[in-house]
């Protein structure tokens, strides 16, 4: 009998460990993406559901979902909406459909440079911007990085704007001023998912695409690709967005983690972008793939009114004055 008291004695006690030592979570919120987990994304992901772990003491646990195990990015965008889905992030033309004034980072050569979109997208201005999407049941939780991007080709190297004419290329699904911008320098745009991008350029349907480096070399486009061409024609950054009514219907305590552990993935997924972007391009030469710079100059005169002029007849220029005026006093520094 007391060797039977003492089991049981000693099961509870184990019990209890268990229960307080490894506490199950309170929360558990799913986070779908459209790269792999190795990407830039993926890092930024990985340290956003570390964060909330850890600031939660436990009781927040994101599950991760990349390379599109959910849907392409506007069927996951329509999924957080219906609260099928808790988070997403994707470029901020997936989301001009619902906020036109979005399309503002599509204008080529907004930024000189990453530092300056990032005192843009953390200020004041950043959060308002988030806010607009907030009537589509969507709480803008930060600003990620997709960073400069460039070309990529399998004809030729892109050393002039003329070079685009003709050039099949892929573009961001969702956001027709992509199309317009390509169009508009002679190229042939189609809109693709992410996920789609490395068979059509291998089966040769398409010829070219364009994006940051990272996500280039994650995607190992260096393997279908010959050139990259550093035009460096848009900053893009990535929105991670939250179904609303749920964010909403949580303690304020829940949410403040939420909010500091999104941004501590952006920051994250930055700075491994930033630091690893020269490694890259370094070993994507390496791999055989020709890179080369351009005039940029060139490639702003030709593409940066193809997208400011009708921005601003179609949304105004409130939001661009807003930008400007960041970057100015930035230089003046």
Known sequence: MKIKFTL????AVLSLFATTAFPKPEITLR??????IDSPQGVGAKEMAKVADELSK???AIELYPDQQLGTGPQMIEMVKKGELDIFQGGAGLYSSMEPRLNVFDIPYLFD?????YKVLDSEFGKEMLATLEPYNLKGLSFWENGIRSVTSNVKPITKPEDLAGLKIRVMPANPVHVD???????EPEPLPYGEIYGKLKSGELEAQEHPIAPIYTGKFYEVQKYLSLTKHMYGPLIQVMNLEKFNAMPKETQDILLKASYAGAVKMRQFSNENAAKFIQDMKQKGMKINEVDTGLFREKMRPLVEKPYIEKNGDAWLKKINASIE?????
Do not use: H, N, T
């Open 329 to 333: 006093a930035d230089r003046k520094k």
């Open 181 to 187: 911008l390509w169009k508009g320098v002679g190229a």
């Open 31 to 36: 986070l779908g993406l459209e790269p792999s």
């Open 8 to 11: 049981l004695s000693l099961a």
């Open 113 to 117: 440079s990453v530092e300056q979109a």
């Open 58 to 60: 436990g009781q927040i």
